[in-house]
């Protein structure tokens, strides 16, 4: 009989299981169909929609033109409920409610922004999180031509709408305002590259600036201090899907599902939940990042997890590792920021014109790989032999350690599960970093 496999979501990871399950369903001849649901009839680049929010027209793909010839079904319509026992999803589209029915569901349904409870920041500041809100931050710098904008938040998603927006509008006066400091993330010398672009772009950097309120007039600062601003443009953070809660599906703090290493919800086995909606434990055990890098080989693991039970082909599960990170900053500039496979810096980066470039590669390649899976298997392999590598070597190091310490590792219990502990704490900021804010 035909296995139904139903994706929702149709962003990075929902496009990239798409694609991947129908490839590998045709390569071992098994007989399955794939349907994907999404709310829009557009795939959306996420990745440019600081470029959309500084008035670029960019990034947005038909759905239908990205399927053409495949064979994959595409429902547009919003998903309201799933039925895990019965084995249904409701969505609601243009002609209202219809019930779809599934062998296997891959839930990928992405996140949206943060507000992070700031009184007044629903009401007085936009988001570039989705689509409507990047174009509607364009519209208002377009219409309003405002003289002040302030950006907050100096997370990777901050830095490129500000660096982005001072770029396309030279008269606008952009300050970035963040509680930290800038890209906690990158590593001294990325840090201070950022630093020098958005000196020359004229962007106003005020770190260690908690905001408390956000106003008609602006920013209201904890200090006491008031911020003005024409326009607030909100970099707090992103939120899963909440149909992972929703529909009782285990889920972390932050409301993402908790999911093993073949993406299986580890409450509902049967429902696998990839992108940003997943929480996936990473080389160091730490969740992984929300990002498309991230995003993209969950999907791949998710379809090869479900043609795996059909096929009986044992999947790979090693964890993924990370190879680093590419922030734009305008267009003619960025930070390729080298990393280890858990997530910390490297002391080496690119910048300049050819981090630009490689920037705009690697963003263009997501949307391609995610459509047509191109890269799947090879992406997944360096991917997790960069985490195996990363493994062994802790392996090797926490097996020194207890070597040359035998009575104080047995006297404190250090153990491979404490040198794990060790591995998280390190890389604490990366878990501060898990929302690409
Ligand atoms: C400005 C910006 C810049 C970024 N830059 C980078 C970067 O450089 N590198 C990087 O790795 N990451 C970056 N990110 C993060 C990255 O975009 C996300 O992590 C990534 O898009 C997550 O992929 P996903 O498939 O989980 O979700 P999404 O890409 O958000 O896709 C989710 C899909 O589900 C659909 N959907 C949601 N709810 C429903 C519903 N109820 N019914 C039907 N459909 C629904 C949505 O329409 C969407 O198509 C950036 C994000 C932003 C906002």
Redesign the pocket.
């Known amino acids: 009989m035909t296995h139904r496999l139903l994706v929702?979501?149709?962003?990075?990871?929902?496009?990239a299981a798409a694609r991947r399950a129908h490839g590998l369903a045709r390569r071992e001849r098994a007989d399955v169909t794939v349907t994907l649901?999404?709310?829009?009839p557009d795939?959306?680049e996420?990745?440019?929609?600081?470029q959309v929010a500084a008035g670029q027209d960019v990034g947005v793909h038909s759905l239908a033109d990205a399927l053409d010839g495949t064979g994959i079904g595409l429902v547009v319509?919003?998903?309201?409920d799933v039925d895990p026992d019965a084995r249904s999803v409701t969505?609601r589209g243009g002609q209202g409610p219809r019930t779809l029915g599934y062998d296997s569901l891959i839930l990928?349904?992405?996140?949206s922004a943060r507000a992070g409870g700031v009184p007044g920041a629903d009401d007085h500041a936009l988001a570039?999180?989705?689509l409507e809100g990047?174009r509607t931050v364009a519209e208002r710098i377009a219409a309003d031509r405002p003289e002040r904008v302030a950006v907050v938040g100096g997370g990777?998603?901050g830095v490129?709408?500000a660096t982005e927006i001072a770029e396309s509008h030279p008269g606008i006066a952009v300050e970035l305002v963040t509680g930290g400091e800038i890209v906690p993330s990158a590593g001294a010398r990325g840090r201070a590259h950022v630093r020098r672009v958005l000196h020359r772009l004229g962007v106003a950097v005020r770190e260690r600036a908690r905001v408390d309120a956000v106003d008609a007039r602006g920013l209201v600062l904890a200090d006491g201090g008031r911020l003005p601003a024409d326009l607030v443009v909100w970099n707090g953070g992103?939120s899963p899907?909440g149909?992972p809660a929703a529909i009782g599906l285990a889920v972390d703090d932050d409301g993402r599902a908790v999911v093993d290493a073949s993406q299986r919800s580890v409450s509902h086995p049967d429902v696998l939940v990839?992108?940003?909606?997943a929480r996936t434990a990473g080389a160091a055990g730490e969740p992984l990042r929300?990002?498309?890098?991230?995003?993209l080989p969950m999907?791949w693991n998710a379809a090869e997890t479900v043609l795996g039970g059909l096929t009986g082909r044992t999947p790979d599960t090693a964890p993924f590792g990370y190879l680093g990170?590419?922030?734009?900053l305008g267009r003619r500039d960025a930070l390729v920021q080298f990393a280890r496979a858990d997530d910390s810096p490297r002391p080496f980066v690119l910048t300049g014109r050819p981090a630009a470039l490689v920037?705009e590669y690697i963003?263009a390649a997501?949307y391609d790989n995610a459509r047509t899976g191109g890269q799947a298997a090879a992406y997944l392999r360096l991917v997790r032999g960069v985490a195996r590598r990363h493994l062994r070597r802790e392996r090797a190091r926490a097996g020194a350690v207890q070597r040359r310490e035998p009575s104080a590792g047995a006297s404190r219990g250090v153990s491979r599960g404490d040198a794990r502990k060790g591995r998280m704490t390190r890389s604490a900021s990366g878990v501060d970093d898990s929302r690409?804010a």
């Open positions: 929702l979501g149709a962003g990075y990871s929902g496009l649901v999404n709310a829009t795939f959306v996420r990745v440019r929609l600081h319509g919003v998903v309201e969505v990928s349904l992405g996140s570039i999180a989705d990047a990777l998603t490129e709408a992103f899907s149909l990839a992108g940003d909606a929300m990002s498309c890098a991230m995003g999907g990170q590419c922030v734009s920037k963003v997501a690409r």
